[in-house]
């Protein structure tokens, strides 16, 4: 499995409005050119409106801030 798959797809989706509803609504259309495992499309094709926060929010505090860029302080 490639979680670093998983967390591309996470994040595309938290900055990404358009691909995080299609993300939401329609998950196999939204991750169709991903290379997924079948445990990775099972877990993303549960994220629901009520549980996505709190994915993204698991996966920001993993990854450094530099994976975000510089950020407002550093501009």
Do not use: C, H, K, W
């Not at 509803?21 to 549960?46: F, Q």
């Not at 549980?51 to 302080?73: C, H, I, K, Q, T």
Request: proline share 5%; glycine share 6%; no cysteine.
């Amino acid at each position: 499995m490639s979680a670093e798959t998983v967390r591309q797809v996470v994040a595309r989706a938290v900055v990404e409005p358009d691909f995080r509803a299609r993300l939401l609504r329609t998950p196999a259309e939204a991750i169709a050119g991903y290379d997924l495992s079948e445990a990775e499309l099972v877990a993303l094709r549960n994220l629901t409106p009520a549980n996505f926060d709190s994915v993204a929010a698991g996966l920001a505090a993993r990854l450094s801030p530099s994976s975000f860029g510089r950020g407002e302080a550093g501009r």
